[in-house]
């Protein structure tokens, strides 16, 4: 999804045929699935899904990459059970499907989350990363959560805030050059104006020949020519919540 209001045409991809390491618990009112490293860690990090829904094998491979890499990563159920988009709907129906899902209302689920996080985990460093419809939301968090360190947005823009310029925290923000969802005249215009009003360190870096999901949606393995930027764009996600984690 492109942003808060605008439909999303886009495509399942490549959906991984991946168990996860983890285990779903339930947080609250929130189910999560809960992925921790070997060693003990006070870092974490919020893994936010796209439209396919907190159970898509291909999230919890990502949130097991950030658990092999020294995070423990949660990834919310943040429809709170309603049921997920699906290759099969019908996009003409996306709006009204949206309507109870927004991705700017967020905020009691991620209280909740944090509040395990730094209570039940000891967790005293905290990231988001986010794709698409989550990509929305991590970009939203950075606006609303100082006590957030770090986030990473993955094809997703808030365009509808006036203050979406003024993040609080440093935000990486991934794009695909040939994303039908994310123009690059709308990238562009973020990071112009970021330039502009952003107090705190950011950056928009824009993979050549992508297309959009191609950060966890893509296979590397089924997708030689993608490869490169697809393990690229992966390691600047962990190279971005090392450097301010």
Not at 27 to 42: G, L, M, N, S
Not at 143 to 150: F, T, V
Not at 196 to 202: Q, R, S
């Amino acid at each position: 999804m492109a942003n808060e209001e605008k439909p999303c045409p886009c495509d399942i991809g490549d959906r991984m045929e991946y168990g996860g390491l983890g285990q779903e618990m339930q947080i609250e009112h929130v189910k999560v699935y809960v992925v921790k490293p070997a060693v003990k860690t006070d870092k974490a990090v919020i893994v936010i899904q796209d439209i396919y829904g907190w159970q898509l094998p291909n999230t919890r491979y990502m949130a097991d990459m950030l658990s092999s890499n020294g995070y423990i990563a949660v990834v919310p159920d943040f429809f709170l059970g309603k049921e997920p988009w699906s290759p099969s709907h019908d996009w003409s129906k996306f709006q009204e499907w949206l309507e109870d899902k927004k991705p700017t209302k967020i905020n009691k689920e991620v209280d909740a989350v944090m509040k395990y996080l730094r209570e039940q985990c000891g967790a005293t460093r905290i990231g988001s990363v986010g794709f698409c419809w989550g990509g929305v939301a991590t970009h939203y968090l950075a606006l609303q959560y100082p006590d957030i360190q770090a986030g990473v947005s993955v094809y997703g823009i808030v365009r509808e805030r006036e203050d979406r310029y003024q993040l609080k925290s440093p935000t990486l923000f991934i794009f695909a050059e040939n994303d039908a969802v994310i123009p690059l005249d709308q990238v562009k215009v973020l990071e112009e104006h970021l330039q502009e009003k952003c107090t705190v360190n950011f950056q928009v870096k824009i993979f050549p020949g992508q297309t959009h999901g191609f950060v966890h949606r893509k296979r590397e393995d089924i997708n030689p020519a993608d490869k490169p930027f697809i393990q690229e764009a992966r390691t600047d996600m962990l190279n971005w919540l090392k450097k301010y984690m």
